[in-house]
């Protein structure tokens, strides 16, 4: 079960440029969210969403954009890298909503680089 | 809008001794989670609390909520080399949305 998968590990990406950041879970998980994680602001949601179809907009959505497709897959789109996007980006999943007695699954991360 | 904070945002401790973090809500929360970051890692779930004053351990960590269900504490007893890591809380804003706090790092010293 290789749980919540996230690809690539690492990307440097130039400003302007666009690329998508993809996730993928393996446990019919109807919940999908992307955080941002830069030092000393802790975990930031940037997307989520409650199953397939359906997407909205968490605390920090702007220049980037998802959709839902199918169950096991949530990508993110960066529209165009800008360096204030360089971060750490997390995929996570869950059973349930999260605010109501489930556990969230991370994925790796993506360490992203806007030069 | 509703907040989460963590204190202290760094701890450094002598390998053996205790270590608490603690977790505050500027609203009242239907359940708390607590999740580990190990160094370069993806945070990974450690429990969660739902009732009020609840208390619960796994081995050498206790877990709180507040009576008020405003804020929870974490507590490690004897910390050891293998709790390093960045803990945080995460608490519901609604029914699909949590909010973590900034977390606390906590550092052995050998």
């Known amino acids: 079960n290789a749980g919540v998968t996230q690809t690539p590990k690492f990307q440097v990406l130039k400003t302007g440029q666009s690329m998508t950041l993809q996730c993928a879970q393996d446990?019919?998980?109807?919940?999908m969210s992307w955080y941002r994680q830069d030092p000393g602001m802790g975990l930031r949601l940037i997307h989520y969403?409650?199953?397939?179809?359906?997407?909205d907009q968490g605390e920090v959505p702007n220049g980037y954009n998802v959709s839902r497709s199918t169950t096991e897959d949530f990508p993110l789109r960066l529209l165009s890298a800008a360096p204030s996007q360089t971060s750490v980006y997390f995929c996570a999943s869950s059973y349930g909503l999260p605010g109501v007695n489930t556990e969230a699954f991370f994925g790796q991360g993506t360490r992203l680089t806007v030069v | 809008g509703q907040q989460v904070m963590q204190i202290p945002q760094y701890q450094h401790v002598q390998e053996g001794e205790d270590f608490t973090t603690y977790c505050n809500s500027s609203t009242t929360l239907s359940n708390i989670q607590w999740y580990k970051q190990r160094p370069g890692g993806h945070p990974v779930f450690l429990i969660q609390?739902?009732?009020?004053?609840e208390v619960k351990k796994q081995k050498r960590l206790t877990f709180q909520f507040g009576e008020a269900k405003k804020n929870s504490s974490l507590h490690i007893t004897a910390t050891q080399t293998t709790d390093v890591g960045t803990y945080f809380c995460?608490?519901?804003?609604?029914?699909?949305?949590?909010?973590f706090g900034k977390g606390t790092r906590l550092h052995i010293l050998p």
């Open positions: 446990m019919n998980h109807e919940y």
């Open positions: 969403s409650v199953g397939a179809g359906i997407t």
């Open positions: 995460a608490g519901p804003v609604s029914d699909d949305k949590i909010i």
């Open positions: 609390l739902v009732k009020s004053g």
